[in-house]
Each structure stands twice: as C-alpha cells, then as structure tokens.
Nanobody
Framework: QVQLVESGGGLVQAGGSLILSCATSGRTFRWYTMGWFRQAPGKEREFVVAISWSDSSIYYADSVKGRFTISRDSAQNTVYLQMNRLKPEDTAVYYC???????????????????WGQGTQVTVSS
C-alpha cells in the first residue's frame, strides 16, 4: 500500500512563504507524475502544480506561476511545494497526489492520479 503524507501547512501572512512536503511510503512504486491540488472552502478541488518523473518537467496552474515551485528529492521519496508571495486566495487544503498508471496525460486532471494524501491546511491572512 502506498501512502502519501503532507506536512508543512499553517497560518501565514499575505506575502509570506511556506514549504509543503509530501512524503511517500509503503511498497516501492514508480510514479509518472506527482501533483499538488488544493480545495478552498465551498469550491471544487483544483490543480496547482505537477512534476514528471521522466524529465522533471513542471506544469503550473496560471494562478501560481511565478510564485510556487515544485521539487523532488528522490533519495527521500519526498516532493516539495515552495509557496512564495502567498495571497489570501491561496487559502485552501493542499493535497499531494501520485499518478502511477498514466504516462503523459494532462497532469492537471484529478482522475489521472490514483494515490492521494490526507491534505494539509494553508491559511493566508490579509
């Protein structure tokens, strides 16, 4: 069984930064894409950013481009989300997800991901 565990969420003032971590554990697995999604209160879950295993290509939602960065530490089996210049509208529960079945794809579609973490809350105050 594969498990994804997010950490690093919290309360931060607008303009501040946070780093989220997504640690993977369980049986050895090969993922094609690791992604971060978020869900704000009363809204649907939305794509934030993803990274491909094969060439570390990164895919961003327009709303976070230039502010957020995704990276991976293969030795630690961990993916990170560096969030800078945070805005109140970034407030949401952030989820990491792993795609172990689909090569390619949009990288931004929830259905492409078959493992999900439990989420971590990020709150940005104005």
């Amino acid at each position: 069984q594969v498990q994804l565990v997010e950490s690093g969420g919290g309360l931060v003032q607008a303009g501040g930064s946070l780093i989220l971590s997504c640690a993977t554990s369980g049986r050895t697995f090969r993922w094609y894409t690791m992604g971060w999604f978020r869900q704000a209160p009363g809204k649907e879950r939305e794509f934030v950013v993803a990274i491909s295993w094969s060439d570390s290509s990164i895919y961003y939602a327009d709303s976070v481009k230039g502010r957020f960065t995704i990276s991976r530490d293969s030795a630690q089996n961990t993916v990170y989300l560096q969030m800078n210049r945070l805005k109140p509208e970034d407030t949401a529960v952030y989820y990491c997800a792993a795609n172990t079945n689909i090569i390619g794809g949009t990288r931004a579609t929830e259905n492409e991901y078959d493992y999900w973490g439990q989420g971590t809350q990020v709150t940005v105050s104005s």
